[in-house]
């Protein structure tokens, strides 16, 4: 007897951290299972990602873990059922090449270009103010959309500020197009794996085995480490050197394990940024535990 075919529409961010799902599914390992896994890139990021799995364009969606508890703190009908990459995401904290800025910490009142309202980039804004006590408004944010719109805006305003993935935006500080101010890195899990209620009730046994098969794919690009370097390096011509830094310092999640234990410090400071209700707790954003009922933890 046939198994039941399965159809599903995933998605996340153009970046190198998926890699594994996109490679994975070309390979055809879940198509082996009878998963049939469409993958889509979101380049407006986490707002585009939360729109579309609230049209339903998306199923299951590769989300940066703050970005996703904002969302369901804001009353979003979704889950995170994994942490996807254990690691925190080191953002790199951007000028344009005219700016007259020389430090960070001589700035008095920032201004951030966000891809949207409450995206990682707007959320990270947040997190680098805190640290540095700026007090930020409204007025604080241009929304430019994606990494080409900030280019736009800061060749205007060149002591904007934007913050983005690292190895992403490297090529374009080596060209002298950007100014590097600094880093800052999540202090927490920085991907997770978000899914609707809906259709997380429906697929709970699949989406087991989903996760089972990733955490395991994963594991193993980790350890065939030259020739995950050679294949991202050349999928984005990123350099062989950084790359080899960047797996290095990645480490996904090569085990099934429920996710709020690993998800309540972003929690936490999101309250303490005000930036989710007081009376959040980890455990709401999460499946509760019959739906590990299948597993061996």
Known sequence: ?????????????????????????????????????????????????????????????IM???????????????KIIQIYVNSPLIWGIYAYRTTTLK???????PHFCISRHYSGSHLMAFLLSKKFNWALN?????????????????????????LWERFMTKPYVDSGQLT???????????????????????????LIQMLEMIAQYTYKFKQN???????????????IQDM????????WNYVLDPPELKIEGAVQLLK?????PIEIIAKDLCPNHNFWANTSF
């Open 1 to 61: 007897m046939n198994q039941k075919a399965h159809y599903f529409n995933i998605g996340g961010v153009p970046e190198h951290f998926n890699i594994p799902w996109r490679k994975s599914i070309d390979e055809g390992l879940f198509a082996l299972k009878n998963i049939e896994l469409d993958w889509h890139d979101y380049r407006g990021g986490t707002g585009d990602l939360i729109q579309a799995l609230e049209n339903k364009t998306l199923d299951i969606a």
């Open 138 to 162: 409204e007025d604080s944010f241009s929304i430019i959309g994606n990494f080409i719109g900030a280019l736009g805006n800061m060749q205007e305003n060149p002591n904007h500020l934007f």
């Open 244 to 251: 080899k830094t960047w797996l290095a310092d990645t480490d």
């Open 64 to 78: 940066l873990t703050e970005g996703a508890i904002k969302a369901i703190a804001d009353g979003k009908k979704f």
């Open 180 to 206: 590097k101010m600094g880093e800052i890195a999540t202090p927490w899990p920085s991907f997770s794996i978000v899914v609707r209620e809906d259709f997380m009730n429906e697929n709970q046994a699949v």
């Open 103 to 109: 430090t960070l910490e001589d700035i008095k009142a």
């Open 272 to 276: 303490e940024l005000g930036l989710i």
């Open 225 to 239: 480490a030259q020739q995950s370097i050679e294949y991202i390096a050349s999928f984005f011509g990123f350099s």
